[in-house]
């Protein structure tokens, strides 16, 4: 069964550090992957997306994801984190469910960023 | 932009009581998706809808149910509500362009049932 796994319930980091949030899937064919942004009391903004292809994928916001299929891992990172960049992270995988497709989220990661 | 619009920002309502959650897309998607976001657990789907008057059971879908009457509206239903639904509710569509179509959120409806 397809499965995404977010080691990091809560990461703490100082602003202008980089930053590095994980993510393991579980899918058996070559998986389509994203990274959504959650931000206090708003819905989710897509982030990246890989489906095929470059496996050093490009975002909105500085941020930039590898996909490592030796590793089942596709790693969100930004070279240097602002106080804005504080929300929730959610990686997903699209899997195809039924007659159509659908999006199976890891239980996110909550990103505080100190001054 | 997509929007995606869901009629609620906050919710409350009694144990028992049937409650509707509403949610209406600009874009004519033919999908449409309800989440359930709890602390801890992420997002879990509770029931999508591919076409009008189509769904299926997502991975939560027991106490819930969804209707969807036209194209740009999918209703997620309460049958009777318990404190245990609870939750942050999340609606979401999208083109049919298989596994990688991105999704689009609205801002999600707080429901709390005392």
């Known amino acids: 069964a397809q499965s995404v796994t977010q080691p990091d319930i809560h990461i703490t980091v100082s602003e202008g550090a980089s930053l590095e949030l994980r993510c393991n899937y579980s899918?058996?064919?070559?998986?389509?992957l994203f990274w959504y942004v959650q931000s206090p009391g708003q819905g989710l903004q897509l982030l990246l997306k890989y489906f095929s292809g470059d496996t050093l994928v490009q975002g909105i916001k500085g941020f930039e994801a590898e996909f490592k299929r030796s590793q089942s891992s596709f790693n969100l990172r930004k070279p240097s984190v602002h106080w804005s960049d504080a929300a929730e992270y959610f990686c997903?995988?699209?899997?195809?469910?039924?007659?159509?497709?659908?999006?199976?989220f890891g239980t996110g990661t909550l990103l505080a960023v100190q001054p | 932009d997509v929007k995606v619009t869901q009629s609620s920002r906050y919710l409350v309502k009694r144990t028992g009581e049937k409650v509707f959650l509403e949610c209406v897309q600009d874009?004519?998607?033919?999908?449409m998706f309800w989440y359930r976001q709890d602390p801890g657990l992420g997002l879990r789907l509770i029931y999508f809808?591919?076409?009008?008057?189509?769904?299926e059971k997502g991975d939560i879908p027991e106490g819930y149910s969804v209707s969807r009457e036209k194209k740009e509206r999918f209703s997620l239903i309460l049958e009777s509500a318990s404190t245990n639904q609870t939750s942050m509710y999340l609606c979401?569509?999208?083109?049919?362009?298989?596994?990688?179509?991105?999704?689009?959120f609205g801002q999600g409806t707080r429901l709390t049932v005392v």
């Open positions: 997903a995988v699209g899997a195809t469910g039924g007659a159509t497709n659908k999006l199976i």
């Open positions: 979401a569509s999208s083109f049919p362009g298989g596994a990688g179509s991105k999704a689009f």
């Open positions: 899918y058996g064919a070559t998986p389509y």
């Open positions: 809808s591919y076409d009008v008057k189509m769904k």
């Open positions: 874009m004519d998607h033919e999908n």
